[in-house]
Nanobody
Framework: QVRLAESGGGLVQTGGSLKLSCEVSGRTPASYAMGWFRQPPGKEREFVAGLGWDGTSANYSDSVKGRFTISSDNIRVGPKNTVYLQMSGLSPEDTAVYYC????????????????????????WGKGTLVTVSS
């Protein structure tokens, strides 16, 4: 089992930056592919960025590519790890609740992540953190 806790959301002006954190705890947190998803007001949850459980392979949605960066402390041993989402060049269209998510763990296809993560493929979710970008 793995537990996820996001932090770092808030209010920022257009063009500004914000860094989200997701503390991952439980058994072998380094064995999970991690993703950041977001749900804008009145819309469905969507993929933003993903990190393979190799700790280095990353994938981004077209809407955030070049502006957002996913990374982690890549702690391979121990009960805790932290995944980050550095966001820059923010616009009001980025306003959403941002969620951290993990897949089922030890999944071969997500070790070296080569494509986006599906909402339906994620087994564990944090409670979310709100990011509001003012114009």
């Amino acid at each position: 089992q793995v537990r996820l806790a996001e932090s770092g959301g808030g209010l920022v002006q257009t063009g500004g930056s914000l860094k989200l954190s997701c503390e991952v705890s439980g058994r072998t947190p380094a064995s999970y592919a991690m993703g950041w998803f977001r749900q804008p007001p009145g819309k469905e949850r969507e993929f933003v960025a993903g990190l393979g459980w190799d700790g280095t392979s990353a994938n981004y949605s077209d809407s955030v590519k070049g502006r957002f960066t996913i990374s982690s402390d890549n702690i391979r041993v121990g009960p805790k790890n932290t995944v980050y989402l550095q966001m820059s060049g923010l616009s009001p269209e980025d306003t959403a609740v941002y969620y951290c998510a993990a897949d089922g763990g030890f999944i071969a296809s997500t070790f070296n992540l080569r494509g986006p993560l599906s909402v339906n493929a994620m087994d564990h979710w944090g409670k979310g953190t709100l990011v509001t970008v003012s114009s």
